[in-house]
């Protein structure tokens, strides 16, 4: 089984400043990997897949690199709504689905 | 527009019975496979179960494999997910989720997600 470990578990930030998320793969997940964002109270919204490419609809201040094991979210300037907490997940041991344990975005 | 509503939560005792049902409307549901998501309260993201667009092939996690069944009426755009022998560990809102399609290619990431249906098991 492979298991996303995200980091940090709570990153506390200020508007207009930048997000670095981080997931890592316990072992290669080429670059099947995406990122979800959820609000309190909302279902999961799809930000980015296939490690680098952003759904429709999604800013372009969000961006999504790396591949093998090592997978990264940066939100570039941060805005008041993107605090919340950041998912990743990966589908490599097809046909399981694995989410990280997110990552909690946290106003300073 | 793209939509996805679940129905069928409520409180159930232990070792009991529940159907969750998700309807389905804005797009061609019988070209997409779908999956049950599901999430303890103040927790992750759990996945729970897959069908492929036709039904033929069912996909599920190891702890709700031989508990739970998953199910879809191409005919009445709605999908099913039948859960027997219900622990207090299987409380959680459970969402269903579109698995992302684009330019005739399917990404295994869910890009439309019903609101949820909350699931209480308790005596």
């Known amino acids: 089984e492979i298991v996303l470990t995200q980091s940090p578990a709570t990153l506390s930030l200020s508007p207009g400043e930048r997000a670095t998320l981080s997931c890592r793969a316990s072992q290669s997940v080429s670059s099947y990997l995406a990122w979800y964002q959820q609000k309190p109270g909302q279902a999961p919204r799809l930000l980015i897949y296939?490690?680098?490419n952003r759904a429709t609809g999604i800013p372009a201040r969000f961006s999504g690199s790396g591949s093998g094991t090592d997978f990264t979210l940066t939100i570039s300037s941060l805005e008041p709504e993107d605090f919340a907490v950041y998912y990743c997940?990966?589908?490599?041991?097809?046909?399981?689905?694995?989410f990280g344990q997110g990552t909690k975005l946290e106003i300073k | 527009e793209v939509q996805l509503l679940e129905s069928g939560g409520g409180l159930v005792q232990p070792g009991g019975s529940l159907r969750l049902s998700c309807a389905a409307s804005g797009f061609t549901f019988s070209s997409y496979a779908m999956s049950w998501v599901r999430q303890a309260p103040g927790k992750g993201l759990e996945w729970v179960s897959a069908i492929s667009g036709s039904g033929g092939s069912t996909y599920y996690a190891d702890s709700v494999k031989g508990r739970f069944t998953i199910s879809r009426d191409n005919s009445k755009n709605t999908l099913y997910l039948q859960m027997n022998s219900l622990r207090a560990e299987d409380t959680a809102v459970y969402y269903c989720?579109?698995?992302?399609?684009?330019?005739?290619?399917?990404?295994?990431?869910?890009?439309?997600w019903g609101q949820g249906t909350m699931v209480t098991v308790s005596s």
């Open positions: 989720a579109r698995e992302f399609r684009n330019g005739g290619y399917s990404y295994d990431a869910f890009d439309i």
């Open positions: 296939d490690a680098s």
């Open positions: 997940q990966q589908r490599s041991n097809w046909p399981q689905y694995t």
